[in-house]
């Protein structure tokens, strides 16, 4: 069974800039006082003359205040490193859209060739293309680059679960064992293994190997389909019928 684990450096991590500032200039407003003309009172006539009309002056008008429209600057660039590209890949790109993944896992890579994770998510994505010499590549320089046991022991079992749609069962056997090393007990490993026990017709290890994956996660539908697809295979129908129904009682699928 293969594994996915998505994850990639806090080294690439800590360069990215994904928030993108806007700068905006804006010229302070000018303003324009009002202007009144202060007009003195012209002396009264005397009293036996016919008072004359008060003469009246325009104000001057109020000048208007004018305020600058606000210059936006251009956006400054968005910071693509790998772990832009990475993240692309992960949450943007659609989930059937994985030519959209290879293309944007292959520029983190580009980016930052000597961290694993980019290869490990592009090989689970070249896994589902069928594209298998490429997935193995792949979790290949995840074994070279080295790195936590975790990360090897899940690069190890996913390179062997490929062998195991290639017919390379020895190959799938040999990187099963290196990967439970590092990780024993592993349910997804043992049902690597089991699979290519499975392939090679060694029917009574591949049992071992799909008894003690179950023990080990009960609750794991994906780990029934093994065993049913033994007894299939081994004429056990009843025991295959009864793993099915476990299957579906999961949440799991048949297919």
Known sequence: MKEKVFGITAAVIVCVLFGVGHGFAQTEAGGGGTGNTVVKAKPKAPAVSKPKSPTRTKPKPTAKSKTA????????PVSRNAAYYFDYARRS???????CKVENFSKAISLAPQDPAPYFNRGLVYFNKKFYSSAIAD????IELGGQNDTLAAAYNNRAWTYCHTGAYDKALDDADKSLELRPNSPETLDTRGTAYMGKG????????????????????????SRAKLYRITGKTTLAEADERKIVELGGTLQ
């Open 69 to 76: 429209t606000p210059v936006r600057k251009s956006d400054p």
């Open 93 to 99: 790109c659609g989930e059937s859209d994985l030519d």
């Open 139 to 142: 979790y290949s320089k995840v």
């Open 202 to 225: 060694n029917y009574r290890l591949a049992l071992a190997d799909f008894n003690q994956a179950i023990r080990a996660a009960p609750s794991n539908a994906e780990l029934y389909k």
